[in-house]
């Protein structure tokens, strides 16, 4: 089981700019509890995303001795790929790549068509420095703008990505509008045609239905979840009501309760929810 902590997804839609201190305190604690991999930032324009101008210097003050956690940063294009591939204690860059031609174009301003184009360079950037490149499939669920969407045309975005060599690929519900049903249809789908690809979910939800929606993807064979403590985040590219993440301490507890294996430290955990509030709510 693989739990990536997404700070990054928590931090990035804050319309007031978090201390930069505090985000080192809190990733730092982050990286005490174990989690497989933590998204800890991104390699994007300032004038994109202002939340992440400091990802750089927050890199610099990050304490990985003893940490069993890998690093994950974000990047939109070749540039971001050069410069995050320049550090070595970064071992994931993540690219968003949407179903959707609106998102995509909300995004990265960029269609779909040249977002390959463009993923295709960073796989290359990837290889060469040693990284991996962890793919989102935003919009993976559907969309809210009316674009095409149906279980075949995911499919066929899956097997472009195969033939480029994606190891990795996380389904990502950006805009909270999945349920269990499709869950588990579109990830047991995706599990069986390409065994080969380590696949994940990226899942925005409210409350109610969370948990009913990590269960959906747990039996239909995810073992890579994507959280944020306190279900804090959204993305701000997406111009609807920010959706939360899924809640990190709930989907350990949905583990915990039927007994499915994951290596973390509670008493660290603990500490880092009591930060929390500090930094995404300031107080």
Known sequence: ?????????????????????????????????GFDTIDFGSFVSPKA??????TKEVLSHLDLKGSK???????????GAHEASEYENISYLGFPLSLSETFQR?????????????LLIIQDICKEHNKILVTYLSMGFGNPYGDPYE??????????????DIQI??????????NPENIKTLFSSVVNQFPEIEFGVHLHSDLDSAIDKVEAAYKAG?????????????????????????????????FDEFSIPVDFDMRELKKAMNIAPTVFLGR
């Open 151 to 164: 279980m075949n045309y995911v499919l066929d975005f899956v097997a472009k990505l195969k033939k480029l």
């Open 1 to 33: 089981m693989k739990i990536i902590e997404c700070p990054r997804d928590a931090l990035q839609g804050l319309h007031e700019f978090v201390p930069t201190e505090q985000k080192i305190e809190y990733i730092n604690q982050l990286l005490k509890i």
């Open 69 to 79: 956690s890998k690093l994950l940063a974000i990047v939109a294009n070749a540039r």
């Open 106 to 118: 909300k995004n990265t301003n960029k269609s779909i068509a040249e977002a390959l184009e463009e």
């Open 222 to 254: 995810c073992r890579r979840f994507d959280g944020a403590i306190n279900g804090f985040g959204g993305c701000p590219m997406a111009e609807d009501k920010l959706v939360g993440n899924i809640a990190t301490e709930n989907m350990l507890a949905y």
């Open 169 to 178: 690929i996380s389904l990502a519900d950006t805009v909270g509008i999945s």
């Open 49 to 54: 995303i202002p939340q992440m101008r400091d």
